[in-house]
Structure formats: C-alpha cells, structure tokens
C-alpha cells in the first residue's frame, strides 16, 4: 500500500512539474515555433519592396566588427542590428540537428534583410534575448519601442521595426556568428534584392591574441581556434571565387581591418562607394572623434580608439611561442592575405618592421 502511495505522490509531482514549466515557458516556445517538426524555414522567400542595400559585415570575433559596424550604427540614413543571430545561443543545450539551425539562421537573416521582422522564426525568443546593450549600437533602432523600457505588445513593437526599416536607405547588420557565406546565397538571388558583403578579414595573430585576452576561460587551444578563424577565412575565400553570384566585385567586399584602422576616412569612403552610398558627414564627423584618442578603455567593444596602434598591439603582448603557434596552422591563408611572418622575437618586437 505504500509504495502504491509513493507511486501515486511521484506521479502528481512529475505532473505538476510539466504544468508549471508549459505555464512558465510554453508562450515562449510556442510562439517562437522552437520544434524540429515544423519546415517553413526550407522554403521561406522573402520579397523586397523596393531597391534598398542590404549589407551584412561578416566576420570573426575579435576582428574589429563592432568598429567597423559603427560606420554604418552612427549613419541616421541606415538600419544597423548589432549581431542579430545572438539568440542562436538558445540551442546550445538542446540536442538539435545543425541543418535545421542553419535554416533559421539564414532565415532570420533574410526576414531582417527584407525588413520583415512580425516573420522571424522565433520572433519571441529573438526579442527576449536580444542583450541590452545591443541597443547602444545604431542610432535609429535605439529610438525604437524595441529599445524603449514601455511595455508593448511584440506585433505592435516589430510592425514599428518594419516601418522604420522600410524608410531607411539601406539596412545593415554586422554578425560574427555567419560561418557560411553560401547561406546568403538564396537571399542573393532572391528579385528586387541588393544584396552587399562584406567579409572583415584581421591578421590572424592579432584575432587571435584577443581571443585569448577576453576569453581566457574559453581559449585554451590555440591551435584549435586558429584552425576554426583561418577554416573560416580560406572557405569564405574560395567560396566567393567558386561560385559566379559573387563574382564582379558588386556583391562582395574583402576588408582588412588594419587598412580600415590605418586610413579610417579613406576606407570608409571605398565602403560607402561599394554599397552605392556618399560617405554622411555624420560619420565623418565620428571617425574624427573615435580613431585618435589615446586615453581609452580596453573594453570588449569599444569603439573609441587610436586606430593605428591597436590593431597592431598583439606585437607587444603575444609571446613568440603563440605567434609561431599560429602561423603553424594559418601560413597558407595569411600569405594570401599579405600578412608576413615573424621567425625571431626581434622581429615580433620591432615596430620599423611592417608585417602587412
């Protein structure tokens, strides 16, 4: 009789132990449509209303995006999202297949891109994990119910969002979590878009040595990240050079973070010139006040620096073991990129000494 009890007891307990997690979190799974059973993501097209930019700044992290990204955060013409697929985050515990996350990745990249948010695939997910902070990042979405603390409905919030995306000349995002440029390639082709690239590149020993400054507890195999950025670096490459869609310098930009910090104004230009725009006096006026200070944070993303001397910092910090590390296993793509090695710690040291 007792162990029937008991039985019973356990019962009740798993039972209500289901009700309360459905009641917590079954709105949020619900409507972000978190299963494996449902396909529209396969199939999902989206059609662009008129002929605005899309631009989409790849890169890896600790490459110099969130800077790069302020060119166009800063420009009241633009519709920038800081990392958009950050929400990604939300199936790293859970068993699912990588093909169905690579759908709603690209999916959610051409819902933003089409200035369609009220059709992302995990529209609430998408809301509740977008970080504060991101916030800080683009100066029209920051005006937005989006980034306001007034409680409203999330449809009323991402109609809002299309509107003022809609009005915007061109919509941008910058993301270090596309590892595939070839997810870009259905949107590419998709009619009415104008779809513009552009792949942040950085001398791998200096990704890597800030990989391993902020993320100390997470770096601990350098060979292993370097092989994971150069991968990244080398497949992107050949990627654009295989397929015919990326030929013709219209839909794809290579851009070198160092070119970018050594003549901010001059490169800036080129970028706007590539997604068909004048450089704004907006972001004329910002690079002026963001790439010659010398008292600044060395903060994960800061923006305000001396442009010409960060990017080349790692020279002074990075052990020589480090560095020999990486161009171990990044030799073949830095020297399609120019970047030239160091054998001897005079070398690493030695400032007079141009690497690029």
Known sequence: MKIKRLF???CMIVLLSFMSTMFLYGPILNSGQVTQHQEPLLESHYLVEKKRAQVVLMTFRRSGSTFTGELFGNNMRSFYLFEPLHFLRFFNKRPVDPGYIKNVSRSTLEAILSCQFTKLP???IWYHDFPDYMCYYGSVLRNTSFCSSTRQPISAIYREMNNRCKQSDFVAIKTIRLFKIKHLERFAVTPGTNLKVIHLVRDPRGTINSNKRHFRTSVSNITS???DLCNFIATTRQRVKD???WNGGSRYMELKYEDLSLNPLKISKQIYDFIGFNLPNEIVTWIGKNTNVTNFSN????VAKDSKTVPFAWRQTMNLQ????????CEPVMKQLGYRLVKTENDLRDTELNLM
């Not at 903060?299 to 800061?302: D, F, L, P, Q, Y």
């Not at 480090?322 to 296993?329: I, P, R, Y």
């Open 225 to 227: 990240l370097s092989r």
């Open 299 to 302: 903060g994960s993303m800061v």
């Open 8 to 10: 019973i007891l356990l």
């Open 243 to 245: 397929k015919s869609i």
């Open 322 to 329: 480090d560095v020999l590390d990486v161009q171990a296993v």
């Open 122 to 124: 995990f529209h609430t």
